[in-house]
């Protein structure tokens, strides 16, 4: 920074501070170390804008170091884990802030993930496990490839891998993950730009995400449908062998793996406004996929004429996603199933009963799975979460 800039910078902060209005916004063109950074001072003052470039002597965009804490999880849940999932003891643990169960392993990443960094051409996909995620993500993909439809062949786990997937998969013994690799070093070493998927909550994510601001896509769905779908997944991919009903009761009390769900969501919700978040729910994926597809290219602006709209929809159609080995992940299942069969008995082996990935992809299938009694908590439960948010899931 040169002397003119110094004295400048310096003037302009106490501007702001001065009139008590101004708010200042730091935020880095490259990946650090970086020196170059616009600041904008927006000073209600005077109405207006007034940016500058100057050199800063220290990368803004240092993040200031965060806390990660893990916690053993213990007693009657810890005892129902256990018995549900087949697990260890100390399968799970819990980690803080977000509250998420996961397997231990995370360790070995949390405070990684967080100091990653993010390029501003990243394409982040953030979710809730059983959300749509994938569909969304296929949609994110292809409109942002200029509809590739070839390199949409390649597995969608290596297109856009899942970052924390190495940790998620931590407690599996079909060795799925040699087969898929570490995923945080994946990211890490891919070329820009990066399609990027996680199911960590805000709290987890990188630091640098508020700072360079990529592109970032939502998806929620109603919590009742999650519920039913999660259990089916959890069946398919972690061995679950408890009743639904079970599974019910740990949905609702925060305890199945990756944890509370309003957190997760409110983190995005709260940002659903912000110019690089595109906030998106399943029922309206599933209510009318034409203007999500559209609303989904102005935000990655692109432009499609109506030909590409149509060819887009075909590929995401159910039928298509079902069929497509790239998406519905019957390549990692089926040498999953192999692995685990030369491992236990038949009947030890929960996910040869359970129904495939992409399973049914309708909306309201809770009603064939809960009893009145479990709906109605359900309904009590979401209320009390969404009172005075305005997010509901009725399109
Ligand atoms: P169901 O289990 O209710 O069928 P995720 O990808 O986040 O794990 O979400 C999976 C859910 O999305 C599954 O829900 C799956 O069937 C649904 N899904 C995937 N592709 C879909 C599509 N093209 N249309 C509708 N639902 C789809």
Not at 34 to 49: Q, Y
Not at 75 to 97: H, Q, R, T, W
Not at 136 to 152: H, K, P, R, S, Y
Request: hydrophobic fraction near 40%; charge should be negative; include cysteine.
């Amino acid at each position: 920074m040169n002397k003119w800039e110094k004295i400048m910078f310096r003037e302009f902060l106490s501007v702001a501070t001065l009139f008590g209005t101004g708010e200042s916004t730091f935020f880095s063109h490259e990946p650090p170390p970086c020196r170059k950074v616009d600041i904008i001072l927006r000073l209600s003052f005077f109405s207006s804008i007034l940016p500058v470039t100057i050199e800063l002597e220290q990368p803004p965009t240092k993040s200031v170091k965060m806390h990660v804490v893990y916690k053993d999880i213990e007693g009657d849940m810890a005892k129902k884990l256990e018995d549900l999932f087949g697990l260890a003891s100390g399968g799970l643990i819990e980690v803080n802030p977000g509250k998420v169960l996961i397997p231990p392993k995370f360790k070995s990443y949390a405070q990684r993930i967080i100091d990653m960094e993010v390029r501003p051409d990243d394409v982040w996909l953030v979710s809730y496990p059983r959300t749509g995620s994938t569909w969304t993500q296929e949609m994110v993909w292809l409109i942002g490839n200029d509809l590739d439809f070839q390199g949409a062949k390649m597995l969608q786990q290596l297109r856009a891998p899942v970052l924390e997937l190495t940790a998620l998969l931590g407690n599996d013994t079909s060795g799925v993950i040699k087969l898929i690799g570490e995923t945080v070093e994946i990211v890490e070493s891919m070329p820009s730009p990066r399609f990027i998927k996680t199911h960590l909550p805000l709290e987890l994510l990188p630091k640098q995400l508020d700072v360079v601001k990529p592109k970032i896509v939502y998806v929620c769905r109603n919590p009742k449908d999650m519920c039913v779908s999660y259990y089916h997944y959890c069946r398919l991919m972690h061995d679950l062998h408890g009743s639904f009903n079970d599974f019910c009761e740990l949905f609702i009390n925060d305890s199945v793996p990756m944890g509370p769900i309003w957190n997760h969501i409110m983190g995005f919700w709260n940002r659903r406004n912000d110019p690089n978040v595109l906030f998106l729910r399943y029922e309206e994926l599933k209510k009318d996929l034409k203007s999500v597809v559209l609303r989904c290219a102005k935000f990655l602006n692109k432009e499609l004429n109506e030909e590409e709209v149509q060819a887009v929809l075909h590929h995401l159609s159910f039928e298509s996603m079902k069929n497509n080995p790239a998406v519905n992940l019957e390549p990692v299942l089926e040498y999953r199933k192999t692995a685990l069969l030369n491992q236990m008995t038949e009947d030890k082996v929960t996910c040869l009963q359970a129904p495939s990935f992409i399973r049914k992809g309708v909306t309201g299938d809770w009603a064939n799975h809960m009893n009145p009694e479990i709906a109605a908590r359900f309904d009590e439960w979401i209320k009390t979460n969404l009172e005075g948010t305005g997010l509901n899931f009725q399109v």
